[in-house]
């Protein structure tokens, strides 16, 4: 996704299409490739102007580092991952970081 698409875009807003985002539930399993480039979509800020911040990271696990530790709870909540031309939304994010593989 091209990140000019969601710059200054109220971050409720962002939408992902059906076939390009990924809710994974307990019977839903899938590829995941944590040291693949990723882009870190977020709200710059909750306030009502706030805009989207946008950060790509060399991998997937480094995005999700940052997001979980860095984020704030609103902030983490309206957040998305972008892998491989796939969206994550926030709960899948949080579980691809609790089972993600430790070395």
């Known amino acids: 996704m091209d990140a000019t698409a969601v710059v200054g875009a109220d971050p409720t807003a962002i939408e992902p299409r059906p076939s390009d985002h990924h809710q994974m539930s307990s019977e839903t ?7 693949a480039s990723a882009e870190l979509y977020f709200p710059a800020s909750m306030g009502r102007r706030g805009g989207i911040d946008y950060r790509r990271f060399k991998t ?24 491989d031309g796939v969206r994550y939304d926030a ?4 579980r ?8």
Do not use: C, I
């Not at 399993?29 to 040291?35: C, M, Q, V």
């Open 29 to 35: 399993e899938f590829e995941f490739d944590y040291g």
């Open 60 to 83: 997937a696990a480094l995005a999700l580092d940052f997001a979980f530790t860095t984020l704030s709870g609103a902030r983490l909540a309206a957040s998305a991952l972008e892998v």
């Open 91 to 94: 709960p899948t994010m949080k």
């Open 96 to 103: 691809l970081q609790t089972e993600r593989p430790r070395a």
